[in-house]
């Protein structure tokens, strides 16, 4: 349910015209520009609150939740004649996000808990979030053929259908059973859940990983200004598929990684590789470059980091948790993406991209102590 419930939701055909969209809609892109940025700064706002509501009245009905905003945001998306009714929509999508984002990876482990098969958490994690790769390099070409045959409007119209499908496959997921008494209020949970994070310094240095790692996130932004430097602009979007390509396959075989490696080391190998790729690229620009930035590591990588996140959240504040880690990557990502344009602007893309993986390399050794203080089972750190 939940490898599908990802492809639905990521099956959005209006993707890579969305920015034009919202041009067309507004007749700017000064407007354009600030609705996506509304939407980030949403997601951000509601994240925590979504992560206590999820501890508190259960992961199915959050996620049931989630999906009904969503497909309101895109009826607001599909029938918006200006700016106003965009900007309801964005916000009511970062509402949606932030109701997925600490919810639906504790909807899994949870699940796989309360069998006793949360050691396939890997796994069945590597899976699931492989669909929104498949379903993002699927979308993109279709929308393109859909808004040339037809128009902009008419992509963002038959993205609705995917989100509608959202909702029914929530409505057939069961509530995993919670463990462990919750806190009498809201606040009391929320200064439990970050006690619970500085207290453990495994889980502590997981979340300032994670935070980096999404941070670092902020070059998919710039990365096609580098390659259509290297590369004709009709094979951006040959790019962009390949990328969703090579991150499907490893999502997939990371279950079987960590399964031989653990998952700190698993982390730490793909971090490094990752860095190795990037500098490479960079440092050296060829017409091969472009294929470097494309890394089987980074869905190696994510998957080890939230197996090592899940087993040192607690069962009681495992979503309230997420959403404290998510909160922290957001705000990192908006620093270091405004950072990146600004040196964009004085010194170039290269310096701008250099720029954001100097922050990205601050995850390496934070990942390195964890990896040094790790179990030796494959499993990789405990509890």
């Not at 090579?246 to 490696?261: D, E, H, K, P, Y």
Request: charged share 15%; with cysteine.
């Amino acid at each position: 349910m939940l490898s599908w419930f990802n492809f639905f939701g990521d099956f959005r055909m209006y993707g890579p015209i969305m920015v034009i969209y919202f041009a067309q809609v507004t007749g700017s892109f000064t407007a354009a520009a600030s609705l996506l940025a509304v939407k980030k700064l949403s997601s951000a706002a509601f994240e925590v609150p979504t992560g206590v509501l999820s501890d508190r009245l259960g992961r199915r009905g959050t996620m049931i939740a989630g999906a009904v905003v969503m497909v309101t945001a895109h009826l607001g998306y599909a029938g918006a004649s200006g700016y106003g009714l965009l900007l309801a929509a964005v916000v009511l999508e970062g509402l949606a996000t932030s109701l997925w984002s600490g919810n639906n990876e504790s909807l899994l482990y949870d699940t796989l808990l309360t069998a006793g098969r949360e050691d396939e958490f890997p796994r069945h994690s590597g899976r699931v979030n492989s669909m929104f790769q498949i379903a993002l390099a699927l979308a993109a070409p279709i929308g393109g053929v859909v808004a040339g045959a037809w128009s902009l409007r008419t992509v963002v119209v038959l993205s609705v259908v995917p989100q509608l499908l959202c909702v029914l496959v929530a409505l057939q997921v069961r509530e995993p059973r919670m463990r462990g008494p919750l806190e009498s209020n809201m606040l009391a949970h929320l200064r439990s859940a970050l006690r619970g994070i500085r207290r453990n310094p495994v889980l502590g240095r997981m979340t300032l990983v994670s935070a980096l790692r999404f941070s670092g996130e902020s070059a998919a932004q710039l990365s096609p200004v580098f390659v259509a430097g290297l590369w004709p602009l009709w094979a951006l979007g040959l790019w962009r598929t390949f990328g969703h390509g090579v991150a499907f396959v490893g999502f997939r075989v990371s279950g079987r990684v960590i399964g031989r490696l653990g998952a700190a080391r698993t982390l730490l190998s793909g971090e490094l590789f990752d860095n190795v790729a990037n500098l490479v690229a960079l440092l050296e620009p060829t017409v091969f470059s472009p294929v470097l930035l494309g890394s089987p590591a980074y869905g190696m990588s994510t998957i080890a980091q939230q197996t090592l996140l899940q087993r040192e959240f607690t069962d009681r504040e495992r979503a309230t948790m997420g959403s404290l880690a998510a909160l922290l990557g957001s705000v990192l990502y908006g620093l270091v993406a405004l950072g990146a344009g600004v040196v964009a602007d004085r010194w170039g893309i290269v310096a701008a991209l250099l720029a954001i993986q100097a922050v990205a390399l601050i995850a390496l050794p934070l990942a390195w102590w964890v990896h040094a203080h790790a179990p030796t089972h494959p499993g990789g750190a405990g509890r």
